[in-house]
């Protein structure tokens, strides 16, 4: 079995992930650049699929604020 789309993913998220570290990351209204690998392997291809998609969901719709009341 060959795992081909595993590097791609990898460097994604680690982009992702510098940019977190380093301040320069931005919410956004697409998805973020690995969701094409997501959407395309089953979950047992990929078995961290539902998390991939939650960080892309909250990349996206933002974080709520607790409120202080």
């Given amino acids: 079995m060959r795992l081909v ?3 791609p993913l990898m460097t994604m998220l680690r982009d992702l992930q510098t940019s977190l ?3 320069s990351y931005e919410f ?7 969701m094409a690998i ?3 392997r089953s979950q047992l291809m990929l078995p961290f ?7 892309n969901e909250t990349h996206r719709e933002g974080l709520q604020e607790a409120d202080d009341t």
């Fill in 5 to 7: 789309f595993f590097t």
């Fill in 21 to 23: 570290r380093n301040g």
């Fill in 28 to 34: 956004g209204t697409t998805d973020l650049p690995f």
């Fill in 38 to 40: 997501v959407r395309a």
């Fill in 49 to 55: 699929k539902t998390l991939l998609r939650q960080i």
